[in-house]
């Protein structure tokens, strides 16, 4: 399916194959008492280890997948995904910045427990900042963070939902630095673009929160990100912004918009493979009820203004 979006008499062309990945909530669960092996009492009409329900569940169909396949490519097969608990088209199932994999042939974590020692921070945090995710004695107290963010193959438009330590971007990409081709981001009425084959005539050079950012992935992956909060405001031109959304929680339109309602004109955003929209002037008519951290969006405003949160 092809779509085209005309800003400013800019026309481009986005091949729009994209899966959206599932939102299945997950149980915590003590990873010591995870089964040794599995029964097969239950109904398992392949006879492959993988019941018919959690198939069904997961493909549509009973037996629609391989117990030795690695769908999300995590490095964990179908048959450990069933009996860790984890999400088979999701490589990092409780969204802690380490796959599912890593957690549990690396680093000994819960795959399904986003901070396993309960110290109060995520497993990809402490990983990433060289603390044990199994000792809570060594979680620290400052506000650095880490957000993961699931890219699909094809375009996602993101945004990033914490200021990054370091803005440089391939600083900000580098746990995705071999899976993308290229990067776009509209600025000030302008298209700045990155390509990582070719860094030096590249004009987009930095990455931060309050801006959305089209990315084209070669193959689905997780983006992990350290940063602290993010700007409690985003100034927004007159006419077409692709910005940010520095919210950690989901909000509607009017709330999140209340500081500038009568600014605001149409706001778009991408998910699920479509288009969702929101009139300000026509509420009632609009499919976007929900904004959410982690996405870009289109947003047109009638006059220039800073949007607070």
């Not at 209340?258 to 778009?268: A, E, F, L, M, P």
Request: proline share 6%; with cysteine.
């Amino acid at each position: 399916m092809k779509k085209c979006l005309i800003l400013y008499h800019t026309l481009i062309f986005l091949s729009l194959n994209i899966l959206i990945g599932y939102n299945i909530g997950y149980a915590e669960s003590n990873i010591l008492s995870y089964p040794a092996s599995i029964s097969l009492s239950e109904n398992d009409s392949d006879q492959d280890g993988l019941p018919d329900y959690w198939e069904q569940r997961f493909s549509g169909t009973s037996t629609g997948l391989k117990p030795d396949e690695d769908n999300d490519n995590d490095e964990l097969k179908n048959y450990d995904e069933f009996k860790y608990g984890t999400h088979p088209f999701e490589p990092d199932s409780d969204g802690d910045g380490l796959t599912d994999g890593q957690e549990v042939q690396q680093y000994g974590t819960n795959p399904v427990m986003e901070d396993s020692d309960q110290g109060g921070k995520p497993d990809g945090y402490e990983v990433f900042n060289g603390s044990s995710p199994l000792d809570p004695g060594d979680d620290d107290n400052s506000s650095s963070m880490i957000v993961n963010i699931q890219l699909k193959q094809g375009w996602n438009l993101i945004s990033l939902p914490v200021s990054p330590v370091s803005k440089s971007i391939s600083d900000v990409l580098s746990s995705i630095s071999d899976a993308y081709s290229s990067v776009w981001s509209y600025q000030n009425n302008n298209w700045k673009m990155y390509n990582p084959a070719r860094p030096t005539f590249s004009d987009l050079t930095l990455l931060d929160a309050g801006w959305g950012y089209w990315i084209n992935m070669e193959r689905p992956a997780a983006l992990n990100i350290a940063g602290t909060s993010a700007p409690k405001s985003i100034h927004l031109n007159k006419g077409w912004n692709l910005a940010g959304y520095n919210l950690s929680a989901d909000q509607t339109p009017a709330s999140v918009f209340s500081s500038i309602y009568s600014k605001i004109n149409t706001v778009w955003m991408y998910k699920n493979s479509q288009w969702d929209s929101y009139n300000a002037s026509k509420p009632g008519f609009s499919d976007l009820e929900i904004m959410e951290p982690k996405y870009g969006y289109w947003i047109y405003t009638k006059d220039e203004c800073d949007w607070n949160f």
